[in-house]
């Protein structure tokens, strides 16, 4: 059964910190791994897809990186603004997993003025 | 992409009530999905439907619970039967193209 964690839980930074947010799974057997952000009460955004055979994608000023054999994802965020407060989800897309994505643990992210 | 539509975006319902929540999607799309988030945790996928075809269950959910329609290629429903507010949940619809999965808007679920 795949699993998906995500450290920290909760990150608090100061307006133009340069950060990074974590995400583990145990199953490396992926198709691919999602980047989600998600605002209080709302839906999901999806921020950034990187495919298995991938290593990294850009969108401006986010940058995931996926290393499959070590189990492990990064999402970088370059001079973090108040707008990016939010909660940062990761999900997996398996081969064990029929179709279905399997979620991180998310991380709340504030970013202070 | 896709851009889906959720109805109604929120709702306060009494216990022992049942509320059926819409999903419509902009394509057409095989699968769609969907989701439950308890308050401060991470999302759970309750179904997934399929059109022309009984919709298959999570372990943990069951169709009694949480009947599922599936009518055209565009178009799901998910009804929350006899509520308690255990079901207070955001309820989310997804579909995926190429694997790349999107989500609507959500509908916030509060049972009193």
């Known amino acids: 059964k795949q699993e998906v964690t995500q450290i920290p839980a909760a990150l608090s930074v100061p307006e133009g910190e340069n950060l990074v947010l974590n995400c583990s799974f145990t199953d490396s057997a992926i198709y691919n791994l999602q980047w989600f952000r998600q605002d209080p009460g709302k839906g999901l955004t999806s921020l950034l897809l990187i495919q298995s055979s991938q290593r990294e994608q850009t969108s401006g000023r986010l940058n995931a990186s996926l290393d499959k054999s070590s189990g492990r994802s990064t999402l970088y965020i370059a001079a973090s603004q108040p707008g990016d407060s939010a909660t940062y989800l990761c999900?997996?897309?398996?081969?064990?997993?029929?179709?279905?994505?399997?979620f991180g643990t998310g991380t709340q992210l504030k970013v202070e003025l | 992409s896709a851009v889906i539509s959720q109805k109604p975006s929120r709702d306060i319902c009494q216990r022992g009530t049942s509320l059926t929540i819409q999903c419509q999607v902009d394509s057409q799309v095989t699968m769609m999905f969907w989701y439950r988030q308890q308050p401060g945790q991470s999302l759970t996928l309750i179904a997934t439907?399929?059109?022309?075809?009984?919709?298959?269950?999570e372990s943990g959910f069951v169709i009694d619970k949480f009947p599922i329609s599936r009518p055209n290629l565009t178009f799901s429903t998910l009804t929350v039967s006899n509520m308690s507010p255990e079901d207070s949940s955001i309820y989310l619809c997804?579909?995926?193209?190429?694997?790349?999965?999107?989500f609507g808007p959500g509908t916030r679920l509060t049972v009193t």
């Open positions: 439907a399929n059109q022309g075809s009984e919709a298959t269950y």
């Open positions: 999900a997996v897309f398996y081969t064990g997993g029929g179709n279905k994505l399997t």
């Open positions: 997804s579909v995926a193209f190429a694997y790349e999965q999107y």
